[in-house]
């Protein structure tokens, strides 16, 4: 499976952006979908995971009620839509997969558990 990140860029404090996790190789279907962020000078962080299949969805408390997480099967696609962000939003986002076919394997928001990374893209929310 890979993965390719887009749709980062300069965006203005509580503007919008829909970040996509396009995959090649195997279908996105059978992964939990996380999407990180790396903050320059901080540590990688989690932000949101999607179940395989499309159910329970998880989120850091620094974005819930303002990222939702989906993904769009028939373009084996996943997205990270981002809305009123901040300044402190600021990072490169990456997308990651965690293989589970059989519902195996919890939505985690945990580097260590991912089984494919994307190489990222930068999001800077600034005026």
């Known amino acids: 499976l890979q993965l390719v990140e887009s749709g980062g860029g300069l965006v203005q404090p509580g503007g919008s952006l829909r970040l996509s996790c396009a995959a090649s190789g195997y279908t996105l279907n059978y992964y939990n979908i996380v999407w990180f962020r790396q903050a320059p000078g901080k540590e990688r962080e989690g932000v949101s995971c999607l179940r395989s299949y499309g159910g329970t969805t998880k989120y850091a408390d620094s974005v819930k009620g303002r990222f939702t997480i989906s993904r769009d099967n028939a373009k084996n696609t996943a997205y990270l839509e981002m809305n009123s962000l901040k300044p402190e939003d600021t990072a490169v986002y990456y997308c990651?997969?965690?293989?589970?076919?059989?519902?195996?394997?919890?939505?985690?928001?945990?580097?260590?558990?991912?089984?494919?990374w994307g190489k990222g893209t930068l999001v800077t929310v600034s005026s």
């Open positions: 990651a997969a965690m293989f589970d076919p059989q519902l195996f394997r919890r939505c985690v928001l945990t580097e260590g558990d991912m089984d494919h």
